[in-house]
């Protein structure tokens, strides 16, 4: 099946003259990477390499519990799959990951993982560990384009979006990372040629680190919607990764055009960066704003499919000193929330400082009194205990190094690397 392109959407503010959309660049070697495909993209490309219709269908039903209930990239270690048939998706395919650049451990235990991609564009993933639940930031973009003043990488211009097989691959990285795909004997699950070892554990599902996923790193999700939502779709797939999209929340700075169909595609939870409540200090903050409103936005949350109180709206919300944290902000919050009759819970996120950045956190004091307001309303207002700090991992300070380059320059590079390999 051929990879396409993603339509390019109408961008705010500054975009750099480079195509944003990327199609999955052919590997040098010709083999094609199967991770982030679906189920019906990985029996397309069987088919494509050569196999009938009914062959295609059955290893491609094997492959997927494979890759992503099993997570395992070495098709020898198949074992369902007749020895024949591994040697020549060996020659054909490959399971990839995300290179790994660098890996931080905080000393509350938060991770952080600096990837790189093959055409050297560099990305950050999180695993944020509690002590009830272990939640994954994942990023859909290489940079930002919304310039939101108070985060880190709004300050990276937009380099392009993430395939499915990045999104995906950050997903299965960090699995593999935490040690808990499940392990033991494949007797009883398939065809299988080889003898077993009759003292491997019985086959059976471990118990998750990885419970949650938030798409809240790099990037604004609703602008590479296709590309997160076909991950997801991966992700969530019960024969696979098998995440409940109830404990999978998208995070939106408030592409309102996007939003109900967000809603009705992917259908997760959803989290909407508000961070102010006057037009004067969002449009300064979140200049994406300048182009869907609080008005605006604030119906799309209201219209959102699947919300209700059982399943809330969160509205994430920095603390910024002097800027958006008064009592009349909390009381406006209330009457914002309440006027369109949102099932809302409110997350107040302390500022996390970055070198060079224009705002100062509200000092816990006044971040207390905002809460209290808010609860004292019925509303839901808990205060974010900031997270990997020492690892620059919280929340706003995700930026990698991964500066934007013109087309010719990455033209004359990849003519480099094809020059160096002879």
């Known amino acids: 099946m051929p990879h396409t392109a993603t339509p390019l959407m109408p961008l705010p503010g500054h975009v750099d003259p480079v195509p944003v959309p990327r199609a999955i660049t052919p590997r040098e070697d010709g083999r094609v990477d199967l991770v982030g495909l679906s189920r019906a993209q990985i029996k397309a490309e069987l088919s494509a390499a050569g196999l009938d219709e009914k ?3 059955l290893r491609a039903k094997q492959l997927f519990h494979w890759l992503y209930h099993r997570g395992e990239t070495d098709f020898e270690r ?3 799959l007749a020895k024949p048939m591994r040697g020549w998706m060996a020659e054909r395919f490959i ?5 790994v650049v660098e890996a931080q451990i905080s000393s509350d235990g938060t991770r952080k993982w600096l990837l790189r991609s093959d055409d050297a564009q560099d990305y950050e993933m999180v695993f944020i560990p509690d002590a009830d639940r272990g939640t994954l930031c994942v990023s859909s973009q290489v940079g930002c384009t919304l310039n939101c003043r108070f985060c880190h990488t709004g300050t990276m211009r937009l380099v392009r979006n993430l395939t499915p097989g990045e999104i995906v691959g ?26 077993e070892d009759d003292d491997a554990p019985q086959y059976s ?14 990037g604004e999700p609703l602008y ?16 696979g990764l098998a995440l409940s999209k109830r404990r999978i929340t998208l995070s939106t700075s408030g592409v309102v055009p996007m939003m109900a169909r967000a809603g009705e595609e992917i259908g997760v939870n959803l989290a909407v960066s508000l961070h102010a409540v006057t037009k004067e200090v969002r449009d300064e903050i979140v200049p994406l704003n300048r182009k869907f409103g609080l008005e605006e936005l604030l119906q799309a949350c209201a219209d959102y499919p699947g919300a209700n109180n059982a399943r809330r709206i969160t509205f994430e919300y920095v603390m910024l000193k ?6 009349e902000d909390a009381r406006e919050l209330v009457r914002l929330l309440r006027h369109y009759r949102l099932p809302a819970k409110v997350n107040l996120i302390p500022f996390n400082p970055w070198p060079g950045a224009p705002y100062e956190c ?13 609860f004292e309303a019925g509303i839901s207002a808990p205060v974010r205990t900031p997270r990997g700090r020492d690892i620059m991992a919280a929340c706003g300070q995700l930026k990698s190094a991964s500066e934007k380059k013109s087309r010719a320059e990455l033209d004359r590079l990849a003519a480099e690397k094809q020059a160096a390999l002879g």
Do not use: Y
């Open 55 to 57: 062959q295609a269908k």
């Open 362 to 374: 509200s000092a816990p004091e006044r971040i207390r009194r905002f809460s209290d307001i808010v």
């Open 170 to 195: 950050q997903v299965m990285l960090a699995r593999d990372a935490l040690g808990e795909w499940p392990k033991g004997s494949m007797a009883g699950f398939g065809e299988v040629e080889e003898e």
């Open 224 to 239: 590479n919607f296709e590309h997160v939502r076909d991950a997801l779709k991966v992700v969530m797939d019960g024969d």
């Open 78 to 80: 198949m074992t369902d």
């Open 95 to 99: 399971v990839g990951r995300p290179n």
């Open 322 to 327: 002097d800027k958006n944290d008064s009592d």
């Open 205 to 218: 599902p471990d118990g998750r680190l990885l419970t949650n996923i938030v798409m809240m790193g790099m």
